[in-house]
């Protein structure tokens, strides 16, 4: 049973354009989402997050959307730049006692064209 | 910019052998996490600590995999015997405390099992 579902595999865009990634979810009790970045051969490097009482977060080029009723976030990247191709993945926290960990979705592959 | 160590960051080896991973999180984290990431999957968390005590280990599987962190610094994490099912990226990621939703994960080890 996933909790946090990535449906597009992969995603190519063109250099200059925006890039949207989405993330849909089924726990309502996940508080925070997350999205991080992984190049091969590396470990997930943290993008962007927004909190559950959110329904938007900016900084820099990426800006996260959150629509709680939905059950649905995305990410934006304008302008997308070569350097942005990566496999990203949509994270969400269930918190409670002793539950802080993190729910993965299986991650979009971006390609940036130049 | 502190990181998370993991070492070694490639291995191969056979299957029934034993094996072990270490991770050193940055500096004055409490929570440590080790996580599976099979090819084409988001990573799945396989033990949480909390300083030196497990918090979390309901999805590791205990008959062959055992996680310790006695000090409650580094990490070792390991797999006897290995299976050919084994085969994937072990990536620790540390946070300063359970109720901080960001984790900083290191570069990860690929464990080849043949």
């Known amino acids: 049973d996933q909790q946090v579902k990535q449906n597009s595999p992969s995603l190519s865009v063109q250099e200059g354009r925006i890039s949207i990634l989405n993330c849909d979810y089924t726990n309502s009790m996940f508080d925070y989402f997350l999205w991080y970045k992984k190049y091969p051969a590396e470990g997930p490097t943290f993008l962007i997050s927004i909190s559950s009482i959110k329904d938007k977060n900016e900084d820099g080029r990426f800006t996260v959307f959150l629509n709680k009723s939905a059950k649905h976030l995305s990410l934006h990247i304008v302008p997308s730049q070569p350097g942005d191709s990566a496999v990203y993945f949509c994270a969400a926290r269930v918190y409670g006692g002793s539950q802080g960990n993190l729910i993965f979705g299986k991650g979009t592959k971006l390609s940036v064209k130049p | 910019e502190a990181e998370v160590a993991q070492s070694p960051r490639y291995k191969i080896t056979e299957k029934s052998q034993a094996v072990a991973f270490w991770c050193d999180p940055i500096s004055g984290h409490a929570t440590l996490y080790w996580y599976r990431q099979i090819l084409g999957q988001g990573p799945e968390l396989l033990v949480q600590?909390?300083?030196?005590?497990?918090?979390?280990d309901s999805q590791l599987p205990k008959d062959r995999f055992s996680a310790e962190r006695l000090k409650g610094v580094d990490s070792t994490l390991k797999i006897q015997p290995a299976e050919l099912g084994d085969s994937a990226m072990y990536l620790c990621?540390?946070?300063?405390?359970?109720?901080?939703?960001?984790?900083?994960f290191g570069p990860g080890t690929r464990l080849t099992v043949t």
């Open positions: 990621a540390s946070s300063p405390g359970q109720a901080s939703y960001e984790q900083y």
């Open positions: 600590f909390q300083d030196e005590s497990v918090v979390d």
